[in-house]
């Protein structure tokens, strides 16, 4: 299945922060490179099913020149997991700004395909930046253990994350530029970065 995903690029200084953690840990824990080999972003739309990209490319190209640049802060690094995957990532300050984008996505995208659906679209979206992801590891190396459980599975992610004393960043970013992400529905279904688009809205307030 055709699927594209609708996303904000981090600048420069940004970009060169959340690579520079991936090959620590890549360094550390021997984690393998996967989403940090795609521009740091964060997503205003999740991948959902797309069969029509010019359709889709129309649309961001009209998007991104009613839109003017925009500040966007990052607070704090945070560890998850999601179905079995560890996540290093991000917290983005939510703006007005953000959700806006995100709930007219969701209006105006329905009326142009079947099913643009996506994971955790609505009220309950929490805006993040990943730094890297990937499947939680062997046994913990260390022997601990979990009551009841045995050896726990390690997740290098979560233990980078506790290593580190400050999880505050305090990061900014001028949001310039949209990200139109693709995956063909191959066998790999991977992403591709298909199309960079300044934001050019003229925003003349204050």
């Known amino acids: 299945m055709r699927k594209a995903g609708i996303t904000i690029l981090a600048d420069t200084p940004v970009q060169n ?16 490179f996967f989403a ?8 205003l739309k999740q991948p959902f ?23 966007v802060e990052l607070d704090e690094l945070y560890a998850d997991e999601w ?14 700004t953000l959700r806006e ?40 190396p260390l022997g601990e253990t979990s009551p009841g459980v045995g050896r726990a599975i390690f997740n290098p992610y979560r233990a980078y994350f506790e290593s580190l004393a400050d999880k505050k960043v305090g990061l ?3 949001a310039a530029q949209l990200g139109l992400f ?13 199309k960079v688009i300044p934001l050019s809205r003229q925003d003349h307030r204050g």
């Open 182 to 194: 693709y995956a063909a529905g191959n066998e790999q279904n991977r992403y591709m970065l298909y």
């Open 172 to 174: 900014s970013f001028q």
């Open 83 to 96: 179905e079995g995957n560890g996540i290093l990532g991000l917290r983005v300050v939510e703006t007005g």
């Open 101 to 140: 984008l995100h709930n007219r996505l969701n209006r105006e995208l329905s009326l142009l395909f079947a099913d643009s659906s996506a994971p955790h679209d609505g009220d309950g979206y929490r805006f993040h930046l990943t730094i890297e992801m990937g499947e939680n590891g062997p046994p913990n």
């Open 17 to 32: 922060f959340t690579h520079k953690i991936a090959y620590e840990l890549s360094q550390k824990y021997g984690v393998a």
């Open 36 to 43: 940090s080999l795609y521009p740091a972003h964060i997503s």
């Open 49 to 71: 099913n797309c069969e029509d990209l010019p359709r889709l490319e129309a649309y961001c190209d009209e998007l991104a020149a009613q839109t003017a640049p925009f500040p």
